[in-house]
């Protein structure tokens, strides 16, 4: 069976949303039993291509002797130190494991994948704050996805 998901914006919505539900939920009981996940809405495929476009202009106009994963992840840590300090770490911080062969700690960073809509919006700023430090020249794509972040914090 398919994965179904509804977002719910509003108390309002609960009676339809509950009747979809139960009919999703009787249809899918006839192949077995299902699983039920409720959760918060987390970032968008958008804020996704957003930052990867920043991303890619830091790299290719400050970073090029290092590989693109590699400055994508040293700007997560970044980020992930930033928010720390603020008060507000990530919902899913990365963390220092030790190994216990070469004997030294090995960082595993945040992953963007289970960053939510806020966190990603403010690493799109947090990509524009570095960028700027750099002098970076954005590219069209980089522009129009700051421009919309920007539109969409004003609504």
Same mark, same amino acid.
């Given at each position: 069976?398919?994965?179904?998901?509804?977002?719910?914006?509003?108390?309002?919505?609960?009676?339809?949303?509950?009747?979809?539900?139960?009919?999703?939920?009787?249809?899918?009981?006839?192949?077995?039993?299902?699983?039920?996940?409720? =959760?918060?809405?987390?970032?968008?495929?958008?804020?996704?291509?957003?930052?990867?476009?920043?991303?890619?202009?830091?790299?290719?106009?400050?970073?090029?002797?290092? @590989?693109?994963? =590699?400055?994508?992840?040293?700007?997560?840590?970044?980020? @992930?130190?930033?928010?720390?300090?603020? =008060?507000?770490?990530?919902?899913?911080? =990365?963390?220092?494991? $030790?190994? $216990?062969?070469?004997?030294?700690?090995?960082?595993?960073?945040?992953?963007?994948?289970?960053?939510?809509?806020?966190?990603?919006?403010?690493?799109?700023?947090?990509?524009?704050?570095?960028?700027?430090?750099?002098?970076?020249?954005?590219?069209?794509?980089?522009?129009?996805?700051?421009?919309?972040?920007?539109?969409?914090?004003?609504?």
């Amino acid at each position: 069976m398919a994965s179904l998901s509804r977002k719910i914006t509003a108390s309002n919505q609960i009676p339809f949303v509950t009747q979809w539900a139960q009919q999703v939920i009787s249809k899918a009981l006839e192949g077995g039993p299902v699983q039920i996940t409720l =959760g918060r809405v987390s970032k968008s495929r958008d804020q996704e291509a957003r930052y990867h476009a920043m991303i890619h202009d830091i790299h290719q106009q400050c970073f090029r002797g290092y @590989s693109a994963e =590699g400055v994508k992840a040293v700007l997560v840590n970044q980020f @992930s130190i930033e928010r720390a300090e603020q =008060g507000e770490p990530l919902a899913h911080p =990365g963390e220092k494991v $030790w190994d $216990w062969k070469t004997k030294e700690p090995v960082y595993v960073r945040p992953s963007t994948k289970k960053f939510r809509k806020k966190e990603a919006s403010d690493f799109i700023e947090f990509l524009y704050s570095v960028g700027s430090e750099f002098n970076v020249q954005w590219s069209e794509k980089a522009l129009a996805v700051y421009d919309e972040l920007m539109e969409a914090r004003v609504e």
